[in-house]
């Protein structure tokens, strides 16, 4: 079965600084999806980031970067000059293959960006 | 473009009153379709998937069923809510070939 850990229950970065949340996941099978997806105070669920198991290079969608480590199994996501708004609750999601296309999410962490 | 959307967005409820969460999707075809729950300070729990009309998989055994009646329509129902049905609920989308699931704005129930 897959599954998806994320340790850090909450993290505080400065305004304007980086910051990488952690995220490792299980899984016996070769092809997965690994997600970063963003939840604010207002409860929607944001999609940021998006890396394949086969992808040869680390995603990059703006200031979020995903540190992808395969042998390591780990897709720790990488916020770049962080900004006031970043501050929300943060969540790793993995997609199994098999044709289901269901998500399985870790259990989240919180980031506070401070001024 | 694609668009989600999820009503109510508030819901308090009485023990053992039945419930009926919808949601559609615009602008695609053939989504598969997902309910998750989300308890409060917890990551998300997937209830129930769709891939077509009429198609329904349940994750986990519990007081709620879900039904897909039409290929952009997706209904999340209970006959008698319990206390423990208390939760946000949210209803997601993707391609049938897709990768990223995107989200309505969520339902926030609260059963008293």
């Known amino acids: 079965a897959q599954k998806i850990t994320q340790t850090q229950p909450g993290m505080f970065v400065q305004e304007k600084e980086a910051v990488t949340l952690d995220c490792t996941y299980d899984t016996s099978d070769p092809s997965y999806g690994l997600f970063w997806y963003k939840q604010p105070s207002s409860g929607e669920m944001i999609f940021l980031i998006y890396q394949g198991s086969y992808d040869q290079q680390n995603a990059t969608e703006g200031r979020y970067s995903l540190n992808f480590q395969k042998a390591r199994k780990s897709a720790n996501l990488v916020i770049s000059a962080s900004q006031l708004g970043d501050s929300a609750m943060y969540f790793c999601?993995?997609?199994?293959?098999?044709?289901?296309?269901?998500?399985?999410f870790g259990k989240g962490m919180k980031l506070t960006v401070n001024p | 473009s694609q668009t989600i959307h999820q009503w109510p967005a508030t819901l308090v409820q009485p023990v053992g009153s039945p419930l009926s969460l919808e949601c559609t999707v615009e602008?695609?075809?053939?989504?598969?379709l997902y309910w998750y729950r989300q308890a409060a300070g917890r990551g998300l729990q997937l209830l129930f998937y769709?891939?077509?009309?009429?198609?329904i998989s349940s994750e986990v055994p519990q007081n709620l069923s879900a039904s897909r009646p039409q290929d952009r329509q997706f209904i999340l129902s209970s006959k008698k809510l319990l206390l423990s049905d208390s939760g946000f609920y949210l209803c997601?989308?993707?391609?049938?070939?897709?990768?990223?699931?995107?989200f309505g704005q969520g339902t926030r129930l609260t059963v008293v």
């Open positions: 999601a993995m997609r199994p293959p098999g044709g289901s296309e269901k998500l399985v």
């Open positions: 997601a989308w993707s391609g049938a070939l897709g990768t990223e699931a995107f």
């Open positions: 602008g695609t075809s053939n989504p598969n």
């Open positions: 769709s891939v077509g009309i009429g198609q």
